[in-house]
């Protein structure tokens, strides 16, 4: 890990909440804790004037935890976070960075100009892979390649795939950057090479809960998105897209979430929907915004991915988070790309540079 840069507060300090907070977007870096063979693992903490606080984690390149105030300035933790370390080693995505390939693919592996790839990790049910496998890259420990500038609290992530790993083809570099911005907005950057054609879908698995406790119902999420992917019962991905409109997954409007789960099949949100017009180029889509009344936090999220799987925790069961504790925005390619030719190609070439950003925004409503 090379040596990190620490920014010293000199004279401006501004209170929010009772704490005091830099002018200026800072980093600063301590040991979280160890794996099990001994490697340390360093813990970063973002924060800017505004309280927003970010901490992020060499291992699975963690977002550990988003601290932000609601509408009285008090600070809150607003993802569902581990502990510690050793909470994380245990298993689990909260928060993680996912790879090679976020959420599933089917039929046991793909075909590559006629080469057949079989990956290791299977469901033997469902011949059905997910994230990445039992060696996916949140199970990894990244390395740190830089930190903070002057305008803004950054950190990047380095980690590197040998060809093979997990049955997939070729070495693949990928490069992680967390970026806390003055003007309140956590962006994540990813960015990745190979040098053999291969699958690369990347994401982050954070789950939302704006109140800090309990459950999402009564937080307001709306959708500016117009089709989602039809399902079979492996949560694979038919080929055919589907309007929302007159159906459950129609949040065009603001939506209170309660009013909304129980009308979905599967007991809430698994379903990746389509982000129409999005354009590198042009910089993220917006297509999101959560809202909680009680806090006053409001979320808006906005993506350069084809796609995002919302998915609101249908499986937890209080211990230690209720059921619908979070909310998932996996923006990413559609599952199961690889062996689906109507989908944006999540195939990554050698003379191809993976690049693809999703930010997240932070306001409070009085």
Request: charged share 25%; with cysteine; glycine share 8%.
């Given at each position: 890990m090379k040596k990190l840069t620490h920014f010293i507060l000199l004279a401006t300090c501004i209170f929010a909440g009772g704490e005091c907070f830099p002018a200026d977007p800072t980093v600063k870096s301590e040991v979280w804790g160890k794996m099990p063979d001994g490697r340390e693992v360093a813990l970063f903490t973002l924060t800017n004037e505004h309280g927003t606080r970010v901490r992020v984690a060499e291992y699975g390149a963690l977002l550990v935890s988003l601290e932000t105030p609601d509408r009285n300035g008090n600070l809150g933790n607003i993802t569902l976070s581990y502990p510690t370390l050793d909470d994380a080693l245990k298993g689990g995505v909260f928060g993680s960075v996912i790879g090679r390939f976020a959420n599933r693919i089917s039929g046991g592996g793909f075909t590559i100009d006629d080469v057949r790839y079989d990956l290791e990790t299977v469901n033997p049910k469902t011949n059905v892979h997910i994230h990445g496998g039992k060696n996916g890259f949140h199970r990894q420990?990244?390395?740190?390649?830089?930190?903070?500038?002057?305008?803004?609290?950054?950190?990047?992530?380095?980690?590197?795939?040998p060809d093979g790993e997990e049955g997939y083809p070729g070495n693949v570099e990928v490069w992680t950057t967390y970026e806390l911005t003055a003007d309140n907005v956590l962006r994540i950057s990813y960015k990745g090479?190979?040098?053999?054609?291969?699958?690369?879908?990347?994401?982050?698995?954070?789950?939302?809960?704006?109140?800090?406790?309990?459950?999402?119902?009564?937080?307001?999420?709306?959708?500016?998105?117009?089709?989602?992917?039809?399902?079979?019962?492996?949560?694979?991905?038919?080929?055919?897209?589907?309007?929302?409109?007159?159906?459950?997954?129609?949040?065009?409007?603001?939506?209170?979430?309660?009013?909304?789960?129980?009308?979905?099949?599967?007991?809430?949100?698994?379903?990746?929907?389509?982000?129409?017009?999005?354009?590198?180029?042009?910089?993220?889509?917006?297509?999101?915004?959560?809202?909680?009344?009680?806090?006053?936090?409001?979320?808006?999220?906005?993506?350069?991915?084809?796609?995002?799987?919302?998915?609101?925790?249908?499986?937890?069961?209080?211990?230690?988070?209720?059921?619908?504790?979070?909310?998932?925005?996996?923006?990413?390619?559609?599952?199961?790309?690889?062996?689906?030719?109507?989908?944006?190609?999540?195939?990554?070439?050698?003379?191809?540079?993976?690049?693809?950003?999703t930010e997240f925004r932070f306001e409070t409503e009085k």
């Open positions: 420990l990244w390395k740190t390649e830089s930190t903070s500038d002057e305008s803004t609290a950054k950190v990047t992530f380095h980690l590197k795939s090479t190979s040098d053999k054609k291969t699958p690369l879908n990347l994401t982050n698995h954070a789950y939302f809960n704006l109140a800090g406790t309990g459950d999402i119902t009564e937080q307001i999420l709306t959708l500016q998105l117009w089709e989602r992917l039809e399902i079979d019962d492996r949560n694979i991905p038919t080929g055919e897209i589907l309007p929302v409109s007159d159906t459950p997954f129609d949040l065009r409007k603001p939506t209170r979430l309660g009013d909304r789960l129980p009308k979905i099949e599967r007991g809430g949100f698994d379903h990746c929907f389509v982000i129409a017009k999005i354009s590198i180029e042009q910089g993220p889509t917006p297509f999101a915004t959560l809202r909680d009344p009680g806090s006053g936090r409001v979320m808006h999220v906005a993506t350069t991915k084809p796609g995002v799987q919302i998915y609101t925790a249908n499986h937890f069961k209080g211990k230690p988070h209720p059921k619908w504790g979070g909310i998932c925005f996996e923006t990413q390619y559609y599952p199961d790309s690889p062996n689906q030719g109507r989908f944006p190609s999540s195939i990554l070439r050698a003379d191809q540079a993976y690049d693809h950003t």
